[in-house]
């Protein structure tokens, strides 16, 4: 914990980065108080749903949703018989998908279905699943947080990773809006529910330079990469 005499300027400058930003708190009272994700129909993932199915045949081991919110794009792996998991950052999203997904919990492995987990904590051992997929959910992360998810993902995954990441500050500001209403003083260093609008080179290079092995390939707002 760093120390400071000089409080107010310090305290202004955690603020300004974020540092001081609950990210699961922000988003489990999204999903529990403000209808966030409300449709259970609605998944961005189609386009990188494609890119797996026609690889699943190299998996033996599941494929993990970062940020799978209430389970769709995972139930949509089932029924191609692809072995598929999730994590979700708030517990409500978990229990949603808990609640409406049609379980084949032989497509599982050996994890739960659905259990809370964040990009940089997944509670997986070591190279115990192939591939990794998130939709419109690394843009959540702070800044800061972006480093330790990618050895997080590279610790947790032998194979491949698609990515599709926003490059833009989100443009339905309802969410936002409606936390901020519940209460000014907590959200108030909130600026925007995607903390971390970069272009989608700069997360490529995030992932090459750290591991140089890697393949990385970037095409409009998605990365796949090769391990
Ligand atoms: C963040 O929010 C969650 C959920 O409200 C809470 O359980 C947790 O203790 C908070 N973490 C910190 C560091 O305040
Ligand atoms: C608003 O948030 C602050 C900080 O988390 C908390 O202490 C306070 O009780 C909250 N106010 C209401 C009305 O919930």
């Not at 229990?95 to 964040?118: D, I, N, Y």
């Not at 500001?173 to 909130?190: C, D, F, G, H, V």
Request: charged share 20%.
């Amino acid at each position: 914990m760093l120390r400071c005499s000089c409080s107010g300027v310090f305290w202004l400058l955690v603020a300004a980065n974020g540092a001081s930003l609950n990210t699961t708190d922000i988003y489990e009272n999204l999903y529990a108080n403000h209808g966030y994700h409300a449709d259970l129909r609605l998944s961005h993932a189609s386009s990188i749903l494609h890119l797996l199915q026609s690889v699943a045949g190299a998996f033996d081991r599941p494929v993990l949703d970062v940020g799978c919110s209430h389970g769709l794009a995972v139930e949509k792996l089932w029924k191609m018989d692809i072995s598929a998991i999730g994590v979700d950052i708030a517990p409500t999203a978990v229990q949603k998908a808990r609640t409406h997904r049609e379980f084949r919990h032989s497509l599982c492995g050996e994890f739960p279905c659905f259990q809370v987990g964040t990009a940089t904590t997944l509670p997986f051992p070591d190279k115990s699943l192939d591939a990794i997929f998130s939709t419109d959910v690394l843009e959540h992360l702070l800044p800061e947080e972006a480093p330790a998810m990618v050895t997080e993902f590279l610790r947790v995954t032998r194979k491949m990773l698609f990515l599709k990441i926003a490059t833009t500050t989100e443009i339905n500001k309802q969410p936002i809006n409606a936390l901020k209403m519940s209460n000014r003083t907590r959200y108030q260093e909130l600026q925007a529910l995607h903390t971390t609008v970069w272009p989608i080179s700069k997360w490529a290079s995030l992932f090459a330079t750290k591991h140089r092995r890697l393949s990385v390939f970037s095409s409009g707002d998605t990365l796949a990469i090769w391990i």
